[in-house]
């Protein structure tokens, strides 16, 4: 499972610059990687996360749904700006979003199975497509590459010090972190298509 959220956060920008026709190919995935979550989050995941931690998971779901929001105006922000403060912000806020997805596909096994560790699995291709359409235009490749290779040794952390401690900890904080991951792929399937429209925009302002 941890190799697979590894592959699926390089396949999107890997497709995208291997297949012409402005990354078609890599969007058109995205879009059926978007289906196959929709079926995932409303029919197995939310249900599940509110049948075990009641009307909270309310508002941890609501905790993740905003967190990707923020992150990507902070990295948008300093795309166009090139505030170092801002980047620096938005990238410790991508790799807090790395860790948790590691601690996830860990925390799957105690709680809510397998569902949870494809909905990560999944959803990775469009995060790792979006860092790269966003910061490559701005920053180059080396740094949307750097960006992604960081988010996974993140990613691993994440998984290696939560299998660790997890047989130690609260069902309960296990339910909340998975709620808070459910929220933020909410957040990736209602907002995807804002990636897709921005991914061109800074290739065109560099053209003139």
């Avoid at 059926?32 to 929709?38: A, D, M, S, T, Y």
């Avoid at 949307?144 to 040794?153: P, Q």
């Amino acid at each position: 499972m941890l190799l697979l959220s590894l592959i699926m956060l390089f396949a999107g920008p890997v497709l995208y610059l291997s297949v012409p026709r402005e990354g078609g190919a890599a969007r058109l995935i995205d879009r059926i990687v978007v289906v196959i979550l929709v079926l995932l989050v409303m029919l197995l995941l939310v249900p599940h996360t509110v049948h075990e931690l009641g009307l909270w998971a309310l508002l941890y779901l609501s905790v993740g749904y905003g967190l990707p929001g923020l992150l990507e105006t902070l990295v948008r922000r300093a795309a166009e700006t090139m505030h170092l403060a801002t980047l620096s912000l938005a990238l410790a806020g991508l790799l807090l979003h790395a860790l948790l997805d590691g601690a996830g596909l860990a925390g799957s096994a105690y709680s809510s199975g397998p569902v949870l560790a494809l909905a990560i699995i999944l959803h990775r291709f469009g995060v790792g497509l979006m860092l790269w359409l966003i910061m490559q235009p701005a920053f180059g490749a080396r740094a949307a590459w750097a960006m992604l290779i960081g988010m996974a040794l993140v990613t691993v952390v994440g998984y290696q010090w939560s299998a660790t401690l997890l047989p130690y900890t609260d069902t309960r904080v296990i339910q909340v972190v998975q709620a808070i991951i459910t929220g933020t792929i909410m957040h990736s399937l209602v907002h995807r298509g804002h990636v897709h429209r921005a991914g061109g925009a800074p290739n065109a302002h560099h053209q003139h």
